[in-house]
T-cell receptor, first 114, second 110 residues
Framework: QKEVEQDPGPLSVPEGAIVSLNCTYS??????FMWYRQYSRKGPELLMY????GNKEDGRFTAQVDKSSKYISLFIRDSQPSDSATYLC??????????????FGQGTILTVHP | NAGVTQTPKFQVLKTGQSMTLQCAQD?????MYWYRQDPGMGLRLIYY???????DKGEVPNGYNVSRLNKREFSLRLESAAPSQTSVYFC?????????FGQGTRLTVV
């Protein structure tokens, strides 16, 4: 079983739609939960991170973590064509024998069309 | 301030050849990583180094070796390249909540 599972999509939505991206993870030792965005032929860049259950909001983006069910989500409100990219969830192991291990999901390809 | 620099950007190898991918970071980060990215597979961790002097295997270490030469540099070596190692390779450096990625190396093994 992969440590982080993410639906690869692809996902195509109209401009203005609410987008929901989801991941599940298996290791309870994970401490930091992140979302990265990757544009074509570029390296990933951090979008948001959180370390606790609950919601964290940044503009049109909301990251949600449910540690009890090992589920993380990213919501994008009022989606724009410029949001078209691959979104990757990532989890950092901040303790134990795998300290510092940063594991990514498969990535979801999102297209927002005008 | 270049961040994370990978060399080369592109490389074509013949099956059985060896090569080393270089990575250097100027952000003084303790952790460094090597990933490969294939269509539909996301970023798969090859090796990582949580601090200078330590290296650990990730999900897909077979066929690769790494060296954390110092705090700045983390190299990835393919001893005998195989077509299955055709991929885009990313190096990253990070601390706790954020990893910074290089531009990637597109490697083709024929």
């Amino acid at each position: 079983q992969k440590e982080v599972e993410q639906d690869p999509g692809p996902l195509s939505v109209p401009e203005g739609a609410i987008v929901s991206l989801n991941c599940t993870y298996s290791n309870s030792a994970f401490q930091y939960f992140m979302w990265y965005r990757q544009y074509s032929r570029k390296g990933p860049e951090l979008l948001m991170y959180t370390y606790s259950s609950g919601n964290k909001e940044d503009g049109r983006f909301t990251a949600q973590v449910d540690k009890s069910s090992k589920y993380i989500s990213l919501f994008i409100r009022d989606s724009q064509p410029s949001d078209s990219a691959t979104y990757l969830c990532a989890i950092l192991n901040a303790g134990g024998t795998s300290y510092g291990k940063l594991t990514f999901g498969q990535g979801t390809i999102l297209t927002v069309h005008p | 301030n270049a961040g994370v620099t990978q060399t080369p950007k592109f490389q074509v190898l013949k099956t059985g050849q060896s090569m080393t991918l270089q990575c250097a970071q100027d952000m003084n980060h303790n952790s460094m990583y090597w990933y490969r990215q294939d269509p539909g597979m996301g970023l798969r961790l090859i090796y990582y180094s949580a601090s200078e002097g330590t290296t650990d295997k990730g999900e897909v270490p077979n066929g690769y070796n790494v060296s954390r030469l110092n705090k700045r540099e983390f190299s990835l070596r393919l001893e005998s390249a195989a077509p299955s190692q055709t991929s885009v390779y990313f190096c990253a450096g990070g601390e706790n909540t954020e990893a910074f990625f290089g531009q990637g190396t597109r490697l083709t093994v024929v």
